[in-house]
């Protein structure tokens, strides 16, 4: 394994769960960012650091983001019926940008 470590956002959720498998089967360290820790148990195995963040929090994503190589950013709010159009907006189109400050 190299020094280089990747941030997967949303690696709780379905597809961010499969990115971390990937990389983790290509001897890539990962960093996984979650927001709710009961999720971490399947997350937690060798050459993964569990990282508590949410994308509306500036101040947890810098920590999440701290020294790391680079992000796959997979989180987002998807398919949660009886929510406002704002959060939606606020998590996936503020959220990335976000990830991008």
Request: zero cysteines.
């Amino acid at each position: 394994m190299s020094d280089k470590q990747y941030l997967v956002t949303g690696a709780s959720g379905f597809v961010g769960g499969w990115m971390v498998d990937h990389l983790v089967r290509q001897g890539v360290k990962v960093r996984a960012m979650i927001k709710d820790e009961n999720k971490a148990g399947p997350l937690r195995r060798p050459g993964v650091e569990i990282v508590l963040a949410d994308l509306r929090d500036g101040p947890s994503l810098k920590k999440a983001v701290d020294g790391i190589t680079g992000v796959y950013h997979i989180a987002g709010l998807f398919r949660q019926a009886g929510l406002p159009e704002s959060v939606f907006i606020d998590i996936n189109a503020e959220g990335t940008r976000r990830m991008l400050d």
